[in-house]
């Protein structure tokens, strides 16, 4: 698979095989990733691989929080609120679309509940990516280039016939994330990636939203 193929072919898995990516195959994917551009080669972003007993804790407290009704804490504003028309129309578009997919009526507020919590045990995988910077350091910027980082893991993994599902939900409990992951006292967490193989005939999985024509968004200046 070639990276315009990646492009193409990556969506949002969320429902993974138990599997295991191999180490050597993530250490070439990550090595691989490194090599995405940063200003003046500062390079500032941080990833961590939380896996085995390590993942199986902090998935345990993650849900532990949630179903307490800790309120998550953003450690940043994601989008603007309230969204502009045109972005809102699509974000409506994409929840009811997945909603129906799922088979998760409008107030069925147990199935709705049960697909949140669904995010706080990275869908069940059994390796998760956190993608984060020096929180002392932070500036806008440092999240183009980390975003450079995560694309770069994205779509490695799918070139490689895996697949990953980018979360923003799970850095919003960081004072766990710090708890299990040590050396992170100064660490501002950007993202979260469950990663692995696709589960074989998983219907969440088959869900894909739809795109923008490239005149929407795309113009030729001469």
């Known amino acids: 698979m070639n990276a315009l ?10 429902e993974f095989e138990p599997e295991l990516v191999p180490a050597e195959t ?3 994917l990550v090595e691989a990733a490194g ?12 990833l961590y691989l939380v896996q085995g007993a390590a993942l199986d804790a902090l998935r345990a407290d993650y849900l532990a929080a949630f179903d307490a009704g800790e309120p998550p804490r953003s450690p940043y504003v994601y989008s603007p609120n309230p969204l502009p028309e045109a972005w809102s129309g699509r974000a409506k578009e994409c929840g009811i679309g997945f909603f129906k997919h799922k088979g998760i009526g409008r107030d069925d507020k147990e199935k ?13 995988a059994q390796q998760v990516f956190f ?13 183009f280039d980390c975003g450079f980082v995560l694309d770069n893991l994205m779509l490695g993994l799918t070139s490689l016939g895996y697949g990953s599902c980018p979360q923003y939900s799970v850095i919003m409990y960081a004072d766990l994330l710090k708890k ?3 050396g992170t006292e100064d660490t501002l967490f950007i993202a979260g990636l469950p990663f692995g193989r696709p589960k074989a005939g998983s219907h969440v999985n088959e ?3 739809t795109r923008l024509p490239l005149d929407g968004w795309f113009k030729v200046v001469e």
Do not use: C, V
């Open 5 to 14: 193929e990646a492009m193409h072919a990556r969506r949002s898995i969320r």
């Open 26 to 28: 993530i250490r070439q």
């Open 35 to 46: 090599h995405a551009p940063s200003s003046k080669n500062t390079q500032p972003w941080r």
């Open 112 to 124: 709705r509940l049960a697909h949140d919590r669904e995010n706080f045990r990275f869908f069940g």
């Open 131 to 143: 993608i984060g910077t020096q929180a002392s350091a932070y500036a806008h910027g440092t999240f």
């Open 180 to 182: 299990h992951i040590p």
């Open 207 to 209: 869900f894909q939203t």
